[in-house]
Each structure stands twice: as C-alpha cells, then as structure tokens.
C-alpha cells in the first residue's frame, strides 16, 4: 500500500464515523441537521495564530459542533481545530498548508487551505498526498455569502488514506488560496451538505496581522 503522510491518518479513527460507502445521492429525504453554536475565542485565537503562521487568510468557523474537541494525534502528528500543516510531528510535505481535524460523538470535521489556487476537487482534499487516480463525486455548485463554492463527494474507494473520505465537502477559492471543509456523511448526503452550508455560514476568512 502507498505511503501516506501523517495527516491523511488521521481520518483513520478506531471506531469512529469515518467509513463507509463509495457513492451519494442527494434524492433521500433529509435527517435533522446537527446544531451549531458559537465558537469560543480559542477558536478565533487559533485562527489568527495560523494566519501568521502560514501568511494567508485562514478560514475560520464562527459557529461550530456543540462539545467539539480536536482528533487525537496518529503516530506523533499532532492536529489542532485548524493549525499550519506540517508542525507538530506531522508530515513536512504539508508545510504552508493549514490543516484541521474536528470530531464529535459521531462526526468528523476537515478543514484545509491551499498556499496556492487549485482548480482540480481531487488535489484539494488530498493535499500534497494526491496521487492520479484520485477522484471526487460532482454533487452541486453554491453561492453562499458571496463565495461560489462546489460541494463533491469523496469516496474512500478512489482517495486512499484521504482525511477527507466519506466526506461531503465544500470548496472554493479566493485569489491565490483554495479552502475546503467538510463533514463526514453520517447521516446522509442532504443532511451533511445542510451541516457544511451552516457551517459555511459563519465561515470568516481571517488574515495575518501587519
């Protein structure tokens, strides 16, 4: 099996949501939607510190999960909410990425941003770990807040070891950065896009002081 970086192990957790099968439809009838509420000033605090960090806008939620924590670390590589990829023990080949991993009792949460524009969905959400068989499933383009975003499908079957498996993710960019987040499907496609539109909602990009 291919050699994955620290990151993408992540999404590997024991017993958690992140399996499950290779296809959606957006045709089900949708479940109730997990509520948000407001993100502490950690959260923001982290945000900005990621900001310098990498020395680009980071996108950062204003409303979140309720009793949300940052996944436990694999194999030395330790992820925050949202932090600068690459630190920590992680993979150095994510440097000048910010990357985040999340979790509930029965949800998994990835945030990402690009140091670069990316228009292919299979390089976002697999990162510097993108291989040429990756591929994402089309669901629908959104205009949320003024920002075109797509929202695809990743099946596990065709993105090994992505972090972002079993996710329906949203993905847009803005100038030179490309930015992507997704909830896992647990509950259904419908249900998991409405979560990523919430969330996006009260997505702001914070920039590096001057």
Not at 39 to 53: M, P, Q, S
Not at 54 to 73: D, E, L, Q
Not at 80 to 101: E, K, L, Q
Not at 176 to 200: M, S
């Amino acid at each position: 099996m291919r050699r994955l970086v620290a990151l993408v192990l992540l999404a590997l957790l024991g017993g958690s949501a992140c399996s499950g099968g290779d296809a959606v439809s957006l045709t089900e009838p949708p479940k109730p939607a997990a509520r948000l509420v407001r993100a502490g000033a950690d959260v923001r605090a982290k945000c900005r510190a990621t900001a310098n960090e990498v020395g680009y806008p980071v996108p950062c939620p204003t409303r979140v999960p309720a009793k949300w924590r940052a996944t436990k670390g694999v194999q030395g590589c330790q992820l925050d909410i949202i932090g600068p990829g690459g630190t920590a023990g992680c993979a150095s080949s994510w440097r000048n990425w910010v990357v985040g991993s999340s979790e509930t009792a029965d949800q998994h949460l990835v945030i990402v941003a690009s140091p670069r524009a990316i228009r292919e969905a299979e390089k976002v959400v697999n990162g510097p770990a993108w291989y040429p068989g990756a591929r994402v499933q089309p669901l629908r383009a959104l205009t949320l807040n003024g920002r075109r975003m797509h929202a695809v499908y990743v099946p596990r079957a065709t993105n090994e070891g992505s972090a972002f498996a079993d996710h329906v993710v949203l993905i847009w960019t803005v100038g030179d950065h490309t930015y992507g987040f997704g909830f896992h499907n647990v509950h259904g496609p419908r249900q998991t896009l409405d979560l990523d539109v919430e969330l996006a909602g009260g997505i702001r990009l914070v920039t590096p002081d001057d």
